[in-house]
């Protein structure tokens, strides 16, 4: 389950999540004909996809979170690919293959993909990973359970929501660089206070 230092930590990103996405409103959607306002719009419905997220870390279902932090990821890749074309052009884009916008942002992130699609489709060998077998002490019977998924260091979701977050910064911010929205300054000043308290809370998140 969640500690409630890692509650505290959830609610202060959420916190620089929802202001960063208070801007995006103030962007020149209306002043595009192109896929700008469809970004703009996908990114404010981020926000739900993030509080879903959050609901599923504080009941302790990491192996659902696991799969909504992965579709989160898709959203903002696909907001990166869609927001300088034209609609002839986006018609053409498939979602999945998306992935490589990230690059955009930083070589690495691709990574985190990766990383959650692990865990993210059914199969043999998910199977295997996920099923246990028990002998009842009682009746000699083997009994056959889903084992409750394990946090470890190499894939820990509360280090992976903050990285979604900071993915869900470096995007916004880089939209509205290309666009050369007047907001961006306000933009810019949430991801340096949100950036500072990172790094007070870095070694406690061994991020």
């Known amino acids: 389950m969640i500690t409630d230092f890692e509650l505290k930590i959830i609610r202060s990103m959420n916190n620089y999540l929802k202001q960063l996405i ?8 209306e002043l595009h ?16 996809s993030f509080n879903a997220l959050c609901l599923l870390m504080k009941k302790g279902y990491f192996l659902e979170a696991n799969t909504i ?6 959203q903002l890749c696909y907001c990166l690919a869609i927001y300088n074309k034209s609609f002839e052009e986006i018609e053409k884009i498939e979602v999945t293959k998306t992935i490589k916008y990230l690059k955009l942002i930083q070589v690495e992130f691709p990574r985190i993909y990766g990383v ?51 993915l869900l910064y470096f995007v916004i911010e880089h939209i509205a660089k290309e666009k050369k929205e ?26």
């Open 69 to 74: 932090s992965r579709f989160i990821v898709e």
């Open 182 to 207: 007047t907001s961006l300054g306000k933009v810019l000043g949430i991801g340096n206070r949100f950036f500072r308290t990172l790094k007070k809370k870095r070694s406690q998140l061994k991020i």
């Open 116 to 166: 959650l699609s692990i865990n993210a489709h059914f199969g043999l060998k998910s199977l295997v990973r996920m099923i246990e077998f028990r002998k009842n002490k009682k009746t000699k019977i083997v009994e056959m359970r889903i084992k409750d998924y394990k946090r470890n260091k190499d894939n820990d979701i509360l280090s992976i929501y903050v990285v979604l977050v900071m």
């Open 22 to 29: 208070r801007c995006i409103p103030e962007f020149k959607m």
């Open 33 to 48: 004909q192109d896929g700008y306002p469809i970004a703009c719009l996908l990114l404010i419905n981020t926000e739900k």
